[in-house]
């Protein structure tokens, strides 16, 4: 089955290939030099002990959750127009868990220590059953995806434990970001994320953020490859996207309403330091706004059904939502609890530039293997729908 | 033909890659072959034994990884600073004591071409003798 | 041809891997030696300080310069990146939100020892992935370096910004190398330890014996007769943000 994934693909293809391999080799030679001094050539501090790198991963775990928001209306309620895309939602979540997998483990000050946390199981950390739940899922949807893919090329029923581990998938989903914002929103002392609302406002951002992504994902695979998901399929998707950023945007204003009817000050702060600056600090309130300006944009392109349903206008506002959310949950949520520290002292973060590079490194091998697991899938798809074995 | 040549090609690359830590030592050697003069010392060598708390240089070759891992988890995670041996003796647990001899950890290390002790990466290395 | 094993080549794979699996807890089943106390180790069921602020003499530093000399403690050049186990913050500082923005004139310019509480409550303890960070019967909240992956899960977790990271190599930075106690590497977590490796030999913390003007106490909470017991019970005192349920045990004589 492999093969035709390398043998059809084109120059262009193997083009882009290049260029993604270029940049993991210089994500890689940034990563060889934090491993040689420290994570010293970081931005992060005393004070900002997480930045840029555990932002991306809680971000890409609300990407891979989200596989879930196509796998659950075709199994569970016979949604048949998602039958032609799940494997798509499979292969992102795989991804993207890779990814997250790959931020924990450049952030971590002795990775070569990483087996630790398998030796000395602490059921009692959050940090132990976020990597219980992340390989769970990782393997689930590799082997679910590859079987059913694999089923569709041959054109053989795939084996019956197949159902039964895609409907433990679902639930799993749902854990794997629950248990994410569990590593935030169960520690006293950073009230910016010491509330109950962390976890559902995780849940429902990662599902506009993925089924937009989906979206684009599927607008480029019809543009490069010729692979149709179907308009009903992109039109479905949309509308989870209108709901689950809906439902995002209201529990943002209900949390400023919270903190600035409230007046206290621990709670204000984070806020106020994203969006007007603090205590002199106010390297975040650019990239505030334009978070605050994407999500109204997308917001309106979304909410109106004219626009909605205008590729050009919900390719606009699906990669607003995707980018919007990115800053929020990919940086400013996890800096966001270190303002102010326990001394009640802003430390400002921004990442380095060796931080950025292996961040992009990340993203890079993320898109990597996603263009590889494309190839393949469009390439049985296409074999499949004309007949061949 | 392309792909015979490809073939030749990465076999010749995983040749190198797999031999490659040979490779790298294979000018280093001639530098190491001087033993270290502690094991023409028997008295040396069993004040050594009986430092670890092992009943000589044969078992301290053995086990000295071993009981190095009990005295770090009996004094870390116990909070414990005597080391009791299966025979029964009572042995101070101290690497600064361990290591004072006039040879010490590297000189058998080196010697013997393993993995230096990475110990000393925090635990400080006590000066003395032929150490650093 | 005939088979030499009865089992089936899939049944032996499956058998395979679940054994290697098996592998993974491998940590906790190691069976160990014992060790014993030193004579002279003192015992307690949980111990605790009393810090007296107001005896602090003016600038003076003495117990962070005795702890981070004798622990090699490193001065790191960047202030951001900085290492320390016990210093100084004001009045406002050392109790945020806790404090009204008028306080006497002698609390605006006191400097208050701030350092690990040493939680009965941890919340550090409880998100650490490997217990690299544990809470020991005396009550000690101790530090295992050797385990520490690096994650700063107990830096977040942490009320008090207790703990500090070795964001590069400490060694160049180290004023005064003291060679009887271990340095840590880049890429682990490091604070205060109540000084286990005094009290495992019958002395008193560094800072404790450091301090000239006595300001700091430091005995067992569970003995009424106590040096801190008896100074709780005769002073007016305060812990650090009590409200997060933490229960902390530096106490700070106001």
């Keep these: 089955m492999l093969e035709h994934a390398w043998n059809e693909t084109g120059p262009r293809f193997k083009a882009w290939l290049a260029a993604l391999l270029l940049l993991i080799g210089i994500g890689g030679f940034c990563y060889s030099i934090q491993l040689g001094t420290g994570l010293g050539v970081t931005g992060m501090s005393r004070d900002v002990s997480w930045g840029l790198y555990i932002g991306q991963f809680t971000f890409f775990v609300g990407v891979a959750a989200s596989a879930v928001m196509v796998v659950l209306p075709y199994y569970l309620h016979d949604v048949k127009v998602f039958g032609r895309i799940t494997i798509v939602g499979e292969f992102l979540a795989v991804t993207a868990v890779i990814m997250c997998i790959l931020f924990i483990l450049v952030d971590l000050g002795m990775p070569s220590r990483l087996l630790n946390i398998m030796l000395y199981p602490s059921p009692g950390s959050v940090l132990f059953w976020d990597m219980v739940v992340l390989n769970g899922y990782f393997f689930l949807n590799l082997l679910t995806g590859w079987k059913v893919l694999e089923a569709e090329y041959t054109g053989i029923k795939a084996p019956d434990w197949v159902k039964p581990l895609i409907y433990i998938a679902i639930p799993w989903a749902f854990s794997i970001h629950t248990v994410t914002a569990f590593i935030y929103s169960g520690i006293p002392g950073r009230d910016f994320w010491l509330t109950a609302l962390t976890a559902p406002k995780f849940l429902a951002s990662a599902f506009a953020t993925g089924p937009a992504l989906l979206i684009l994902i599927s607008l480029a695979l019809r543009r490069f490859t010729g692979f149709d998901a179907g308009q009903e399929a992109i039109r479905r998707l949309s509308i989870i996207v209108t709901y689950a950023m809906s439902i995002t945007v209201f529990m943002i204003m209900a949390e400023f309403f919270t903190a600035f009817y409230s007046q206290v000050p621990s709670h204000m702060y984070a806020l106020k330091y994203f969006f007007v600056g603090l205590y002199g600090g106010n390297s975040f309130v650019l990239i505030s706004w334009v978070f605050a300006v994407l999500c109204l944009l997308a917001l309106i392109l979304l909410l109106n059904p004219k626009t909605r349903g205008n590729e050009k206008w919900l390719t606009i506002a699906c990669a607003s939502t995707f980018i919007a959310l990115a800053i929020e949950k990919g940086i400013s949520f996890t800096v966001g609890g270190f303002i102010t520290n326990p001394f009640g002292r802003v430390t400002e973060y921004w990442p380095t530039a060796i931080e950025f590079g292996i961040v992009v490194g990340v993203w890079a091998l993320g898109a990597f293997l996603l263009s590889l697991f494309y190839s393949l899938f469009v390439t049985v798809k296409r074999r499949s729908e004309r007949g061949l074995a | ?132 | 041809m005939k088979k030499p094993l009865s089992i089936s080549r899939r049944t032996l794979l499956k058998a395979t891997g679940a054994a290697a699996l098996g592998i993974i807890p491998a940590g906790t089943l190691l069976v160990r030696a014992a060790g014993k106390p030193h004579p002279k180790a003192l015992q307690a069921k949980s111990w605790a300080m009393v810090i007296n602020a107001k005896l602090c003499p003016p600038g003076c530093r003495i117990c962070q310069e005795a702890c981070h000399k004798a622990h090699n403690v490193p001065n790191m050049p960047d202030p951001k990146q900085d290492v320390k186990w016990i210093w100084q913050e004001s009045y406002n500082a050392a109790f945020p939100y806790e404090t009204h923005p008028y306080p006497d004139q002698a609390n605006e310019k006191r400097a208050y020892p701030v350092l690990c509480n040493h939680c009965e409550n941890p919340s550090c303890v409880r998100v650490c992935p490997t217990q690299a960070t544990f809470q020991r019967p005396d009550g000690v909240v101790m530090m295992d370096y050797h385990r520490c992956i690096g994650c700063r899960f107990c830096m977040a977790a942490c009320p008090y910004g207790a703990r500090s990271f070795n964001f590069k190599d400490p060694r160049p930075h180290i004023p005064q190398l003291n060679p009887a106690y271990p340095t840590r590497t880049p890429g682990v977590v490091e604070k205060c330890n109540f000084c286990d490796e005094r009290l495992a030999v019958g002395q008193m913390p560094f800072c404790v014996e450091a301090c000239p003007a006595k300001a700091i106490l430091f005995g067992d909470l569970s003995d009424s007769a106590s040096p801190v017991r008896q100074a709780l019970a005769s002073n007016v005192t305060l812990q650090r943000k009590t409200k997060l349920g933490t229960r902390p045990k530096v106490f700070y004589i106001v």
């Design chain 2, 1 to 132: 033909m392309n792909k015979n040549r490809l073939v030749a090609l990465g076999l010749i690359l995983f040749v190198l890659l797999f031999t490659f830590p040979v490779l790298m030592n294979l000018g280093k050697s001639v530098a190491k072959t001087q033993p270290p003069a502690m094991l023409q010392d028997q008295k040396a060598m069993q004040e050594l034994a009986d430092k670890l708390g092992v009943k000589n240089i044969d078992e301290f070759r053995e086990r000295h990884k071993q009981v190095l891992a009990e005295w770090k988890d009996i004094v870390v995670r116990d909070g414990k600073r005597v080391y009791v041996t299966k025979d029964g003796r009572e042995i101070p647990i101290s690497l600064q004591n361990l290591a004072s001899q006039p040879q010490y950890c590297s000189d058998c290390h080196d010697y013997a071409g393993i993995e230096k002790p990475n110990c000393w990466t925090c635990h400080v290395e006590p000066k003395g003798g032929a150490g650093k």
